[in-house]
């Protein structure tokens, strides 16, 4: 069953979204409307300057709704999205995330020393430990899996992604079977391998 979910887990590939975004009905121009209150953490069109808070820019539009609800449900938890999420209702959800989807996340560069550790890990896994390669779900460029609802983590805040990553390892984060995947993952993970992770997922250049 393991070797079955993990197969399923194992797709990769990237998709451009338009105003009326295909996967989730949002309209682009209302949630740009919607987004200002956003904006107060992370940033104008998504782009946040504090590296604790996510960039939403060129985010998957299906993964943005699939958070919204859960921090409504209380399934994700942090007190301040719960409390910004507890008033949307599911039209809001599909509206902001197609709207941040269109955005363009600013590039990063990642710190020559993490290359060496990330690298193999983000390419080819370690067969050692049953890991599987971060860019079979997360791309070659860390662009993601729109259909599937797998995050685009290039360009994203590498302490944001560190922390989520440790969250996964410590039980805090993994509704779904993506989360629980990415628990089994995270939990063979070393700090210093999340540290490079995290700075080789910010410093990938997707092209567009």
């Known amino acids: 069953m393991k070797r079955i979910l ?16 295909p996967l989730v009905g949002g309209d682009a121009e209302a949630g740009q409307q919607k987004a200002a209150v956003c904006a107060a953490c992370h940033g104008p069109n998504g782009n946040s300057n504090n590296p604790e808070w996510p960039v939403l820019a060129g985010q998957h539009a299906r993964y943005t709704v699939d958070q919204l609800k859960a921090y409504k449900s209380g399934a994700r938890k942090n007190a301040v999205m719960q409390g910004q999420a507890a008033g949307l209702s599911e039209q809001d959800m599909q509206d902001l995330a197609a709207y941040f989807a269109e955005q363009e996340p600013k590039p990063r560069t990642a710190r020559e020393e993490a290359v060496a550790i990330a690298q193999p890990l983000w390419r080819a896994g370690d067969a050692e430990r049953d890991l599987p390669a971060c860019a079979a779900c ?13 995050p685009r983590i290039a360009n994203q805040h590498p302490q ?12 805090e984060r993994g509704q779904g079977t993506s989360g629980q995947m990415m628990q089994r993952v995270a939990t063979e993970l070393t700090d210093e391998e999340i540290e490079a992770l995290a ?4 410093g990938l250049q997707p092209r567009h």
């Open 160 to 171: 944001y992604t560190a922390t989520q990553l440790r969250a996964y390892r410590a039980g």
């Open 138 to 150: 997360h791309g070659p460029a860390g662009i993601g899996n729109a259909g599937a609802a797998y």
């Open 6 to 21: 993990l197969a399923a887990w194992l797709l990769a590939s990237g998709s451009a979204l338009a105003a009326e975004n």
């Open 199 to 202: 700075s080789y997922a910010a």
